[in-house]
């Protein structure tokens, strides 16, 4: 079970930071994502980090602006979200992907929603202009 919380209203410029803990699962073994939908869009990718959390993926739209962690010791990954633009606008969502879904580097395909197997509630950040 994933829990997403940190979401927020937040002018242009400003930021935020998402956090989602797991619970019921061995959090070290899963690569994390985070992705969102924007109100009449598809869900996209943000971002995602290996299970070691020393690698990291992002999508350009957030790349040098959001950055992603995790803490296996308490099961939570975070995004922080610094200079905000309202095209930021969506509902956030945090999913946890088997580190086997994603080859032998653990990473193959990482920005793919497939490859996620459980899905946070989602949080909502709105970037007022």
């Known amino acids: 079970q994933l829990q997403a919380s940190g979401g927020g209203l937040v002018q242009a410029g400003g930021s935020l930071r998402l956090s989602c803990e797991a619970s019921?699962?061995?959090?070290?073994?899963?690569?994390m994502g985070w992705f969102r939908q924007a109100p009449g869009k598809e869900r996209e990718f943000v971002a995602a980090?290996?299970?070691?959390?020393?690698?990291?993926y992002y999508a350009d739209s957030v790349k040098g602006r959001f950055t992603i962690s995790r803490d296996n010791a308490k099961n939570t990954v975070y995004l922080q979200l610094n200079s905000l633009k309202p095209e930021d606008t969506a509902v956030y969502y945090c999913?946890?992907?088997?580190?086997?879904?994603?080859?032998?580097?653990?990473?193959?395909?990482?920005?793919?929603?497939?490859?996620?197997?459980?899905w946070g509630q989602g949080t909502l950040v709105t970037v007022s202009s």
């Open positions: 999913a946890a992907a088997p580190r086997a879904h994603l080859g032998y580097t653990g990473t193959i395909d990482i920005d793919y929603q497939g490859k996620y197997d459980s």
């Open positions: 019921g699962r061995t959090f070290s073994s899963y690569v």
């Open positions: 980090i290996s299970v070691s959390g020393i690698n990291k």
